[in-house]
């Protein structure tokens, strides 16, 4: 009985241990998503598409990481908007990718 009952404390501890890290790690997602899109902004204003949709592809790595560790509406809107951004960074529309790069940060700051 005590080692069963041992495990079962092992057990939970660590999960104990763990949990809180999951929260901070969708948190970490959604802060380096928002870093890259700003960067992706940037650089679009500066008419660079080819580097905007390289910072709006890493975006949306860590967007649909965040997503994954939590779903919320706002991610979901972000991620369409950076795969908008991504697409017209391919065709060399700077503006338009802006465009969707900023809408993506609107909803990005609006998780949490």
């Known amino acids: ?5 041992f495990v079962a404390m092992l057990g939970f501890a660590l999960a104990l241990f763990l949990m809180p ?15 890259h899109t700003k960067q992706a902004i ?32 706002h991610t979901e809107e972000a991620i369409t908007h950076l795969k908008q951004a991504i697409d017209e960074g391919k065709k060399g529309n700077a503006q338009m990718a802006t465009t969707h790069a900023e809408a993506a940060l609107t909803h990005l700051e609006q998780v949490k």
Request: glycine content about 6%; aromatic content about 2%; hydrophobic content about 40%.
């Open 42 to 73: 940037d650089h679009g204003k500066q008419g660079h598409a080819d580097v905007l949709e390289t910072h709006a592809d890493a975006a949306l790595i860590h967007a649909e990481a965040g997503e994954k560790a939590k779903a919320n509406p």
């Open 21 to 35: 890290q999951v929260s901070l790690a969708e948190e970490d997602h959604i802060a380096e998503a928002i870093t």
């Open 1 to 5: 009985m005590s080692r069963r009952f």
